[in-house]
């Protein structure tokens, strides 16, 4: 059994690791214990990192790499501990019976050799499905330069696998990371995409993956800049098929003259999550999100920076405009489109009736008209100072026309 000292070194260095929010999976239960499939596996964020409901856990904290920024790495003056594949399932069942979890977020430092590392973590996930019959999520951190059978292997058992980009150019890998390669961390990305690809045409029986891959990335830590990040993880979507790319500003844990001394900000980190939504939910391309080398603007969003760039294509008539216009209309957001949509066909819109559409109309009201009418600045500078006061006080009420609780629902919801 796991003693508590080891318990808590092994979960303690798993903390930074934020790829583990899940989205649940179609692993049903045929007579076991647990479900990764009807509530998901809740994925709530404690200020510190850690994710609540999944045992988020390392095998080892008892690193042969290197990593600049990593608490775990070679040089660094820490207790090492490790647990066995038998110890890490019983825990998982103990604390799944007891309530306190739903799933298991397994990762390990690299002990010994890749493969050595990557055969225990098989072992207890193997462990937890044949064994204990275990049917709740599990999200298994793969160890770059492990086998391919390995691989192939884990992703029959967990629910989602993902490898950390950790840093977006290979030059920082190298700086930082010397043990890793850009290479190294995209091939097994590559060989799970294809499997799982195969899997699917060949309709198997089993499951492969069914919650796929994510990644994260470090920001802040190196040099690149917002551009390049989402570069990147517009072609990790179309690439190799991943659910969700994260992003973690740089928090200095160690001091190391190569990193910087001051954490990367958070304001950044939500910049590059709303560039994200926007990749995936609303067509937007990288290349029109931000220049390559340039950094997302920090005072107002990704989309009305977008849109400010761009005003010739604006207003657009809502009652006419198509759904990929909408969608970029800064405050109108998926869902909010396809209401526009459905409702149009029976109605001439104005803006009453966006308004009870949720529409963030402090935002829109610049960029539409609704049945003629257009309540927005009169020029671009005006619009411009406007909405990055609003975005300085989220909770002003800028018109009272406008005023509602619409910032607060755009924050809980991520729409745009
Ligand atoms: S491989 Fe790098 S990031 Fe992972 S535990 Fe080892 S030193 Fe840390």
Request: with cysteine; hydrophobic share 35%.
């Amino acid at each position: 059994m796991i003693d508590e000292m080891r318990l808590k070194i092994l979960t303690e260095g798993a903390k930074y690791d934020v790829s583990c929010s899940s989205s649940g999976s179609k692993r049903k239960n045929e007579g076991g214990m647990g479900n990764g499939y009807a509530a998901g596996c809740c994925h709530s964020f404690t200020p510190d990192g850690r994710c609540i409901s999944l045992l988020k856990i390392l095998m080892s904290n008892n690193c042969i790499y290197n990593c600049k920024y990593c608490p775990n790495r070679l040089d660094a003056d820490v207790r090492r501990v490790s647990a066995t594949p038998e110890e890490i399932a019983q825990l998982t069942i103990d604390f799944y019976k007891r309530n306190y979890i739903e799933g298991l977020f397994l990762s390990s430092a690299v002990e010994k050799s890749p493969n050595d590392t990557m055969e225990r973590l098989v072992r207890t996930v193997k462990l937890l499905r044949t064994q204990y019959r275990f049917h709740g999520y599990i999200h298994l951190k793969g160890i770059p330069r492990a086998d391919e059978a390995l691989i192939r292997e884990a992703a029959s058992y967990a629910d989602r696998m993902s490898y950390n980009i950790e840093l977006p150019s290979e030059a920082s890998l190298k700086l930082l990371a010397p043990q890793k390669s850009k290479e190294s961390l995209l091939l097994p990305m590559k060989q799970l995409a294809r499997e799982k690809a195969v899997f699917r045409e060949e309709k198997r029986k089993g499951l492969f993956l069914p919650a796929g891959q994510t990644t994260q990335m470090i920001v802040g830590a190196s040099p690149e800049p917002d551009g390049q990040i989402v570069r990147l993880t517009q072609s990790l979507y179309r690439n190799m098929g991943l659910k969700r790319v994260y992003y973690s500003s740089y928090v200095p844990v160690v001091h190391d003259s190569l990193l910087p001394d001051l954490p990367a900000g958070q304001l950044r980190e939500h910049r590059l999550y709303q560039a994200d939504w926007l990749l995936r939910f609303y067509g937007f391309t990288a290349e029109e999100i931000a220049p390559e080398n340039e950094n997302l603007p920090l005072d107002l969003d990704p989309k009305c920076a977008w849109a400010l760039r761009n005003m010739h294509l604006f207003p657009v008539e809502v009652n006419r405009a198509p759904l990929e216009m909408l969608l970029r209309v800064p405050g109108i957001g998926g869902r909010s489109a396809q209401k526009i949509l459905e409702a149009r066909r029976y109605t001439k819109l104005g803006f009453e009736h966006l308004a009870r559409m949720r529409v963030v109309l402090k935002r829109a009201r610049h960029f539409i008209t609704a049945n003629g009418k257009f309540y927005g600045a009169e020029n671009e500078t005006a619009v411009r100072g406007l909405l990055t006061a609003g975005e300085k006080n989220e909770n002003a009420e800028q018109l009272s026309l406008f005023g509602t609780s619409e910032t607060a629902l755009s924050a809980l919801t991520g729409e745009l």
